[in-house]
């Protein structure tokens, strides 16, 4: 049989040879590229995007955007919206990412405008009332097309009351989506939230000159007002990605050093780093910039694991801060002597898998000690592990951290499926190779 894409496994071992100091880059910022493509919709004019990341949760916006009116073309560095016809009430699937499905509800919800939004079954099944109650709260009027609380919901009218909502849940989608509507509509309005997620769609909206004041650490007011139109955005390396080949750095210890070059700095996003730095592991940044409203610069990596204590994520801000990156840490932790422990975590729930079941399946194969206790994991590391043949469970996280962790070993661990990768992580194997790792597909 012959495998594709997606359905491919990885091979990762470490690498035989010890490489001199390197410097690379990784695709562009997920999350700043989807809210980049979103607020073309909200603004007039074309709109280029150097440096946007075109992996699968991405380019699952570009088919809803062409039918909306906005046709996204590939330019030879990044993207570029253009304009076009629009559809009428549009059925627009956004595969299966929930930042694209919940930020579109908001924009169209902003703009009143009439369509359903659609994804994968996977999809379906995460919860959208996180983002339809709020948007209903200011007027909106969305119906669940299927059972209540999942896609596909359908638009019918836009938001139009302005006041405060509350929101009860830390995702950033949510929030994102309920200011993109408000700006879409140039409502004013107050969110207020349990705790500051990435907050990538407050700094790209006020660059556009949208009048946001932030309060705190919980609390915005967008006052209404327009956007000053934008001919192009540059997108900063993501973090999240940034993560792998650093962290394959660390197990391989078969790389003088590693300069992750131009990625997004911003607070809200490195928390993988700041923990790791925390527990006395050899992570420094360097040439930090201000770019596009956002904190850029590169992360440099030097030594392995040995001497770190265990790390501890015990607030929700920290949590938020490197929420995708729980499998990854939890592996980094095995290899660390002590007990590290990862929480509140609750919320990995609801990601591509129950990703505190998928993170204790992943580590357990390669025969790391992780438990899972009210919402929290703790991992208790420097004890033996192995090279093993792991599942991704289709989920690209998993499949990224279980080869990232298979390059600490001379023998071969196979990743099964692990071309989900794909989903965020264009250059994901060429990245760990120059880390220490001997990764490709099979
Ligand atoms: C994202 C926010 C997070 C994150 C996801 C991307 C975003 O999800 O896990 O990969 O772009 O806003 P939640 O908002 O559901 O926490």
Redesign the pocket.
Known sequence: MVRQGQERDLLAQRSARRRAATTLTVAGD??IT??ALLCALIQDGPLEISGANLGG?VSALFGPMAMLGRPVSTTPNGVRVGDAAAGTRPVLDVGGS??AA??LIGVLAGQGRKAIVDGSPQLRARPFS?VVDPLRELGASISYLGPEGGLPVSIGSGVYRPGRVRLS????????AVLMAAVAARLPVEIEYPVL??D??ERLLSWMGADIVRDGGTRLRYGGGSLRPVGSIAIPGDP?LAAYPVAAALVSEQVESLTIADVCLNSTRTGIFDVLIRAGVGIRYEAVREDYGESVGNVVVQGGLDGAVPVEVADAFTF?SL??EVPLLASLATCIRGTSTIGPAH?LT??ETDRIVTTAAMTAAFGGQLVTAAGSLSVTGGGPIAAATVDSFGDHRIAMSAATLGCRFHDRTTVVAGGCHRTSFPGFAEALNHAGGEVREA
């Open positions: 997920k999350s989807h809210r949760a929930s930042a919940r930020m996180w849940v830390g995702s950033a989608q949510a929030r994102s997620s990435r990538h769609t999240s938020h929420i995708d919320e609801f990601k």
